[in-house]
């Protein structure tokens, strides 16, 4: 009885001692092979503060059309996000799909403020690529959490899509684990509602009903704090554009990011 006790009072200890010493591994899930560029694309690469060479995929597009900057998930590489990009890039829109240092070949390891300090040289390097074209960002799963803090309090966005949003992996971690002090565990908290208060650019956010890696709760607050449109599609896809076989949330981005060239 007395080994059974203290088996079952050391699993809270082990718990939190996984999550303190492999919360890297449960939030980034990279793939490391070298990203490649498809016709239409070219392989480019920038240069970190710190001395990191990140490796991205590019479409100019139309001159006459805004440039995307596009963050994914925490999961794959930017190339798997090509399928999404060639929609765009075909449609005229120039598009920069970021990839973060240890993913797609890239050195370096992921953690919160090393990919806020890249995503900056990303806005910086497509600001200079593209000088006088409208630039949209766009963030899916993780990449939300980038783009939104990339986007707080800056009036040279001309739109942000917030595609399977969380409001912080603080909250996501606080639902799983509802007896592990996660609050005191997190390196890494990504907290992204706050920043919503200080967005400038109209904002479209979709997520998808019964998603259960973000849940749609999520969603619904981040329209709400960043005053912007929220759209629920049926079922549980995750990433919701990029995995919507009916291409319905795609649609819904293309309109709205046609109506705020409009304006």
């Known amino acids: ?34 990203i490649a560029a498809a016709p239409g694309w070219t392989r480019e690469t920038l240069r970190t503060p710190d001395g990191t060479e990140l490796a991205f995929l590019l479409a ?5 059309r805004p440039v995307i900057l596009h963050f994914h998930g925490n999961g794959g590489n930017a190339e798997d996000r090509t399928g999404l990009g060639d929609v765009l890039r075909n449609l005229g829109f ?26 900056a040289a990303y806005l910086a390097w497509v600001r200079g690529r593209f000088a006088g074209r409208p630039l ?31 409001t912080s992996v603080a909250d996501l971690a606080r639902s799983i684990y509802p007896l592990v002090p996660t609050d005191h565990l997190l390196r890494h908290r990504f907290e992204s509602l706050p920043r919503l208060s200080g967005l400038r650019a109209p904002l479209f956010v979709v997520a998808s ?34 995995n919507d076989a009916s291409g319905q949330g795609l649609r819904a981005v293309l309109d709205f990011l046609a109506s705020v ?3």
Do not use: C, K
């Open 209 to 242: 009903e019964d998603d259960r890696i973000t849940p749609v709760a999520h969603a619904r607050l981040m329209a709400e704090a960043g005053r912007g449109r929220l759209l629920l599609l049926p079922g549980s896809a995750h990433p919701a554009v990029l």
């Open 136 to 166: 949209v960002l766009w963030g899916e799963s993780l990449g939300t959490a980038v783009v939104t803090r990339l986007a707080e309090g800056r009036s040279d966005i001309a739109a942000v899509v917030l595609e399977s949003p969380f």
């Open 261 to 263: 060239g409009r304006n």
């Open 60 to 64: 100019e597009g139309s001159p006459a």
């Open 1 to 34: 009885m007395l080994t059974w006790l203290g088996v079952v009072a050391a699993i809270p200890v082990l718990l939190v001692g996984a999550l303190w010493l492999g919360q890297e591994r449960m939030i980034f899930l990279p793939d490391g092979r070298v």
């Open 94 to 119: 120039g598009v920069a799909l970021a990839e973060y240092r240890g993913y797609g070949g890239n050195a370096g390891r992921p953690g919160e403020a090393a990919i806020a300090a890249d995503a």
